[in-house]
């Protein structure tokens, strides 16, 4: 697989993802609390931070794009029952989060790129495929 290709490959998962919950109101995007989903605002801020963690901070040893990120959206440190009742930032704020993780993943697919970089960006593309579905 080829930098562009993953390229257009975080593009269109991104994209999916802000489909997803692009006619939603404020309080259709945070759901009922159930065990079975997580609040769609935290999906949001999930996926980019999890992209953020693997690829920007794991791969090439960026500090993260919001300061709290790790205490907002890491599913293994956070129980399933607190996503709803933590400080997220607003919807406007996620989305912006969103965008930026995106649009810095695609910059760095332009230049010269590592098997490493490749490999854990679609890694990140199959994780954000897989909360999409």
Not at 2 to 15: F, K, L, T
Not at 18 to 26: G, H, I, P, Q, R
Not at 28 to 39: E, R, S, V
Not at 104 to 132: A, K
């Given at each position: 697989?080829?930098?562009?290709?993953?390229?257009?490959?975080?593009?269109?998962?991104?994209?999916?993802t802000?489909?997803?919950?692009?006619?939603?109101?404020?309080s259709?995007?945070?759901?009922?609390?159930?065990?079975?989903?997580?609040?769609l605002?935290?999906?949001?801020?999930?996926?980019?931070?999890?992209?953020?963690?693997?690829?920007?901070?794991?791969?090439?040893?960026?500090?993260?794009?919001?300061?709290?990120?790790?205490?907002?959206?890491?599913?293994?440190?956070?129980?399933?029952?607190?996503?709803?009742?933590?400080?997220?930032?607003?919807?406007?704020?996620?989305?912006?989060?969103?965008?930026?993780?995106?649009?810095?993943?695609?910059?760095?697919?332009?230049?010269?790129?590592?098997?490493?970089?490749?490999?854990?960006?679609?890694?990140?593309?199959?994780?954000?495929?897989?909360?999409?579905?």
């Open positions: 697989m080829n930098a562009s290709a993953i390229s257009e490959w975080v593009r269109d998962a991104r994209e999916r802000l489909d997803l919950v692009a006619d939603l109101d404020d259709q995007i945070m759901g009922p609390q159930l065990d079975t989903i997580n609040p605002l935290w999906e949001m801020g999930h996926v980019a931070w999890f992209t953020e963690k693997w690829v920007l901070r794991g791969a090439l040893g960026r500090g993260s794009i919001i300061q709290n990120a790790d205490a907002l959206w890491d599913s293994i440190a956070i129980a399933h029952d607190a996503r709803w009742h933590l400080p997220l930032p607003t919807r406007k704020q996620t989305v912006r989060y969103v965008e930026d993780v995106r649009d810095e993943v695609m910059n760095v697919l332009q230049g010269d790129v590592s098997d490493d970089l490749l490999y854990r960006t679609q890694y990140c593309v199959f994780h954000e495929d897989m909360h999409t579905e």
